[in-house]
């Protein structure tokens, strides 16, 4: 009981992830910094942050649900971090698993753009309107293709569970390799889940101040802050559990390093595509992930069930 | 019927300085839009009927903090030919050579405000640093980053040493290097073009019947240009080319300023390999003889027009300045239509506007209202009267402050 309440609040739960969180966000605000010829951060400038907006007050406009406005940053933060349990990390099985939990990750993965939706839309400021409105219309443009690159590499495990999607490409080595160009695909999707340029149309700021965050400050700001960090970790160790699940039978420390080197690669890619392109229009956004992202996804789809019928015979 | 009225402006991230945008939109689209200027004006063309020539060049040259040089110059030459002053070759080469730094910081700061309203920032980090290269050999030569004070009736207050002249050339060859860095990035980065390519559209006709002057005029291929058509300073001894686009769109207009960059840095080579001998400044007198004059000047962002009306005494009579916003800031409005909400930023800045330098005021008389003059001691009761009967009472701040 003690042994699971540690796994679950402390390693490698809330407590990890959060740490985690803050260490990934310095990482890519330092990054990016430094390819575009800035300084950059000092590394603890993401916990300094945090701690400031929590000693702020909290501003609740008076034209907004105070119910809906306080929970939506809870419920977002609670989810992201849920499905993290579900994550195989360094191992080949999660902490918490059962067949099905991959469905249950990405619905856990999406609370939050209806968080955004919701917090936007009862703060009843027109800026947080429209960004709540843009997230929601953007989040129709990249789910798809970003569970069908998933579902790819699920149908071809021929499981829907992640601990055995994991165990099915330690058993089939290098089988992963058909899956990058799912691969290339979840990742461009991702800079739109976590809303990073070029894809950072719910909160740009030149057009619509915030976006959602216009109306938030102080410790619900923060959380919020929060849970776009540990969101951009969850997410990266869901595609590295996916796509690149090699090295899993490795010793602890080994194993955990490798982990990290998978997290950082993915978070450095992430990077270098927000620093090399400006911001979509929503409408150039919609047409990229419908005409093109969504068909290579269902190819990916297609190679994989051609790739089982082989291994099947 | 429009869904939702959006304010952009007086205060938004997407200003650098206070103006207002009334947007309607349809979903993304925007149906209608109205600019409203007045949040900004400083009553500098006032102040300046109250002080001498040569304090109101200072003035002046803070009506803008880019284009400074430009509006003390634009100044000058009314003054000067008011006061009948022939200035040296030499300094009007200088003066030349400081009007396209000026330029090239302009532009290059235009180019990355530019990227940050489509959410290119790596863009605006790049030609911000390359910036610092203008601005520091403005420092070297003036003594300021900007506002750079080398102007004076009758000439130029400082001289560019050879040894100086070295340096601008070789600050000159590293931004050349890096404007066709820019320009090879916007003729291939694909978002970049999708932002930027028929965004805010202005027709020929468009710019002629509104009277688009600058880059926004060049970019619909109307090659207006005082440099070449009224020249002053040295241009007139200098060779260069008018850029003009047929775009018609902000792409254009991009791709207008930063061949702009090239022509000047052409500019800035010339006027210091042949820079002729002689004296910086001709004595001006200090009351200048009654009469008006206009004068014109190609500033980074257009036609800069200043009137200056003198009556014989070391005061002008009257100072008219019209900025070159005030003129491109009518399209702005027509550009808007039609388009989505994500292109206003874009739009607006594509005219590279400078609110403060183009605001005014305008009172409308009634016919049988009295004109009421307040003190300043009433006017401040009338302030806080007017926010205390809208529920916001200062009067208590106002007994802790002693003001």
Redesign the interface.
Known sequence: MLTALFSILVFPGVVFLVAFGFIAEFYDRKLYARMQNRVGPPWFQPWADFIKLAGKESIIPEEANPGVFKFMPVLAFASVASAFLYIPLWREQALLSFNGDIIVVVYFLTIPTLAFFLGGWYSRSIYSTLGAMRSLTQLFAYEIPLLASILAAALLANTWSLGEITVFYSRHPWLWVINLPGFAIAIITLLGKLQKVPFDIPEAETEIVAGTLTEYGGKLLGLFRLMMDVEMVVCAALLSAVFLPFGLSLAAPLGFVLFLFKIFAIISVLSLLRTVFARMRLDQMINFCWKLLAPCALVQVLIDLIVKGVIAR | MHD????VGPQ???LKEPESFRLA?SG?KIMEASVRLGYNHRGIEKACEERTYIQDLYLIERICGICSHAHSTCFLQAVEELAGLEIPRRAAYIRSVIAELERVHSHLLWLGVA?????????L??SW?DREIVLDLLAQMTGNRVNYGINTIGGVRRDISAALAREVIKGVDALEKRTRYYIEVAKE?P??I??LSGVGVLSRQDVLSLGAVGPTARASGVGRDVRKDDPYAAYGELDFEVITDKHNDVYGRTLVRLKELLESYKIIRQALDNMPEGQLAVKAPRNIPAGEALSRYEAPRGEDVHYVKSNGTDKPDRVKVRAPTLANIQTVALMLEDR??????IVVAAIDPCFSCTDRMISLKQKRQRRRVMRWEELRVYGIEWYRSRGVDFSRLNNSLKL
């Open positions: 939702i009225r959006i304010p938004h991230p997407a939109l993304e990227g940050h309203e489509v959410g290119f920032d790596t863009l980090m790049y640093k980065e978002t970049l999708n932002r989505y909400l994500a292109d206003m930023p």
